[in-house]
């Protein structure tokens, strides 16, 4: 079996862990503690996909957006885009733009986490999205 399994850096795990949880409406995996209560690592689910939320690691370059600016980001396939950029930009997401019909064929809308990951959260037109 091949997976991809997306990780993102991010300096408060636990922060992000609750704002894609809460905000975005994944899934929680968990998180992981050191002895000392600090949180180590975090996961969410979106679907049957897994994400790692991973600590900033300056020796090797690994260093949230708001730290360096985004060269990528994830998109997320949901039944009702607009439903679901209701309920983000109610909860305070920083939206970067409102639901729109693309040319490439989806229906999508922008939002900027609070580690600076973008996230493009959208339905595919003319054909059903995966369930939510």
């Known amino acids: ?74 998109v997320v396939h949901v039944v009702d885009v607009d439903r679901h950029y209701e309920q983000a930009r109610a909860a305070g997401a920083t939206i970067l733009y409102a639901p729109r019909d693309e040319e490439y064929g989806q229906r999508e809308y922008g939002v900027r986490d609070p580690e600076g990951h973008l996230w493009w959260i959208a339905t595919p037109l003319g054909e059903p999205a995966a369930p939510e």
Request: with cysteine; aromatic share 4%; net charge negative.
């Open 1 to 74: 079996m091949i997976d991809v399994i997306p990780l993102l850096a991010c300096a408060d795990i636990a922060s992000e862990h609750d704002f894609l949880v809460r905000v975005l409406g994944f899934e929680s995996a968990g998180l992981e503690r050191a002895p000392d209560g600090t949180v180590v690592h975090g996961e969410v689910r979106v679907g049957r996909r897994r994400i790692w939320l991973h600590p900033v690691n300056e020796a090797d370059d690994l260093l949230p957006p708001a730290r360096r600016g985004s060269s990528a980001g994830v």
